[in-house]
C-alpha cells in the first residue's frame, strides 16, 4: 500500500536528478489521495515534463468522472496489465510520481501506529505510477495512480505490500513511451532491494490529512 506520502525535496534538486524543468513547490508532509501532486512523464515529442496530476486515477473511459467514486491510488503491478482501470495506461501512459519518504501503519498494542519510510541514502524516490486523461467533463481531468509490489523483507513488518520504486537507471526504460508491450518493463516492478530503505514511528498525527508540517516524519523518542 501506499496511500500517504511526502515530496519536500526542493524543485532544483528534482529538476537536476529527473531532467525535467520545474516549478515552485511547497514543501508537503502528508499527502493524501485526491490531492494535486507533481508527476513526471515522458513527451512523446519532447523531453521530459513534470505537471500536476490528481492523485487517484480516473479512467479515460469513466463517462462521469464526478461520480466515480472508486479512489484508484493504488494499482497491484501484478495485475496492472489486465485490469480495464489500468491495462491502456500500462501501454502508453507510464509515469513517475516522486517522493521524499512515506508512511505505512502496523498494529501496535491494540493501535494502529505510523511510521516513516524513506531511502537509507536520503535520495528522493521515484514511484512507478500510471497516469490517464479523461475528457468526459467540462475539462479534462488529469490523473495518476502508484504502483505496488510485494513487500521486501524490510518493509515485511509493517505491511504486505510497498510501491514500486524505480532506480534512476530504470527511469527511462520505464518512461519510454514507444515501448507498448507491458511484459517487456515487468521486471521493473520487482521489490525495493534489502537495506534500501530505513524507517522509524512517527505521531498518529499523520491521520489526518489537514495536518501537514516536518514534525511529521520526526521520530518518536
Known amino acids: 500500500m501506499c496511500g500517504r506520502y511526502t515530496l519536500y525535496t526542493h524543485e532544483d534538486d528534482l529538476a537536476t536528478l529527473f531532467e525535467v524543468e520545474t516549478y515552485p513547490l511547497t514543501p508537503r508532509y502528508n499527502i493524501a489521495p485526491t490531492q494535486s501532486v507533481p508527476v513526471i512523464r515522458q513527451r512523446r515529442d519532447g523531453p521530459r515534463v513534470m505537471e500536476e496530476m490528481r492523485w487517484g486515477l480516473v479512467p479515460h473511459w469513466v463517462k462521469d468522472a464526478k461520480a466515480f467514486k472508486t479512489n484508484l491510488f493504488n ?6 496489465a489486465e485490469k480495464p482501470s489500468f491495462r491502456d495506461a500500462m501501454k502508453t501512459h507510464r509515469c513517475i510520481v516522486p517522493a521524499s519518504g512515506f508512511y505505512e501503519w502496523r ?71 514507444d515501448e507498448t508491450d507491458p511484459q517487456r518493463v515487468e521486471d521493473l516492478l520487482d521489490p525495493a532491494p534489502p537495506g534500501l530503505l530505513r524507517m522509524h514511528p512517527v505521531s498518529r498525527s499523520v491521520g489526518s490529512p489537514r495536518v501537514d508540517d516536518p514534525s511529521l516524519v520526526q521520530a518518536l523518542t
Not at 157 to 162: A, G, I, V
Open 75 to 80: 494499482a497491484r503491478s501484478e495485475s496492472a
Open 107 to 177: 498494529q501496535v498494542d491494540g493501535a494502529k501506529q505510523p511510521y516513516y519510510v524513506y531511502r537509507a541514502d536520503g535520495k528522493p524516490m521515484a514511484f512507478a505510477g500510471l497516469w490517464a486523461v479523461n475528457k468526459a467533463g467540462d475539462a479534462p481531468l488529469v490523473s495518476c495512480t502508484v504502483l505496488t509490489t510485494a513487500a521486501n523483507e524490510d518493509m515485511r513488518e509493517l505491511h504486505d505490500r510497498m510501491p514500486v520504486i524505480l532506480e534512476q537507471d530504470e527511469w527511462e526504460r520505464w518512461l519510454d513511451v
